[in-house]
């Protein structure tokens, strides 16, 4: 089956960094990757949609300045998360579309921002 | 817009018994899809089965079956001789044709009861 990996699976940050994060198909190329947030015991919330070589479509209410997305290639999508405030601690997940039009989805990220 | 609803927050079953969750949706297209995710306490979702609008006959993956009614806007995911593995938050989700987004339904939390 269609493997998606996201590293890192938990990360703890000072607020003001930067913090990236990575979302991978090990199996397949990914023409379409797209990013959520999710909070507990909700649903997932779509972030923003990428697109390999091209730029992210991005949710209203998302800042694309300070959720930056780059897919530079069709296995590897990164979401960088820029001077990172407490507000932006979540579990931010990664899909990948295949071929045949389903998402599969990465592991997750446990952000923390302090 | 095209929404998603599952009107069951938490649903119990006792292990070896079949339960039923419920999904309705509202669209004004013919041709999507429909898919039924587990997202169980790793947090890792999970597909479960998925649906093609145009199909009539309802998928089937083992233990898992779907009731898809297209006139009724319903598809329900049936979960026969349950185990303690079922536990998990399951999420339903539609998509159009012509579009890759998912749209999510508030998920139903399911306990199996040993």
């Known amino acids: 089956g269609a493997v998606v990996s996201q590293h890192p699976s938990r990360v703890i940050c000072k607020s003001g960094t930067s913090v990236k994060i990575e979302c991978r198909s090990l199996?397949?190329?990914?023409?379409?990757m797209f990013w959520y947030r999710q909070f507990p015991k909700k649903s997932l919330m779509l972030m923003a949609t990428s697109n390999e070589g091209s730029k992210a479509t991005y949710e209203q209410g998302v800042e694309k300045d300070k959720f930056l997305i780059n897919h530079a290639s069709l296995t590897l999508s990164t979401l960088t998360v820029t001077s990172a405030h407490p507000e932006d601690s979540s579990f931010y997940i990664c899909s990948a579309r295949a071929s045949e039009e389903t998402q599969y989805f990465g592991p997750g990220t446990r952000l923390l921002v302090l | 817009a095209q929404t998603v609803t599952q009107s069951q927050p938490e649903m119990s079953v006792q292990e070896a018994e079949t339960v039923t969750l419920s999904c309705t949706y509202d669209t004004s297209e013919s041709d999507y899809y429909l898919f039924w995710y587990k997202q169980p306490p790793s947090r890792q979702m999970i597909l479960v089965i998925r649906?093609?609008?145009?199909k009539q006959q309802n998928a089937t993956e083992n233990r898992f079956s779907v009731n898809f009614q297209k006139a009724a806007k319903s598809f329900s995911l049936k979960i026969s001789d349950s185990q303690l593995g079922d536990a998990a938050m399951y999420f339903c989700?539609?998509?159009?044709?012509?579009?890759?987004?998912?749209?999510w339904g508030a998920g139903t939390k399911l306990i199996i009861k040993p």
């Open positions: 199996d397949f190329q990914a023409t379409t």
């Open positions: 649906q093609e609008a145009y």
């Open positions: 989700a539609y998509r159009e044709d012509s579009n890759y987004q998912l749209i």
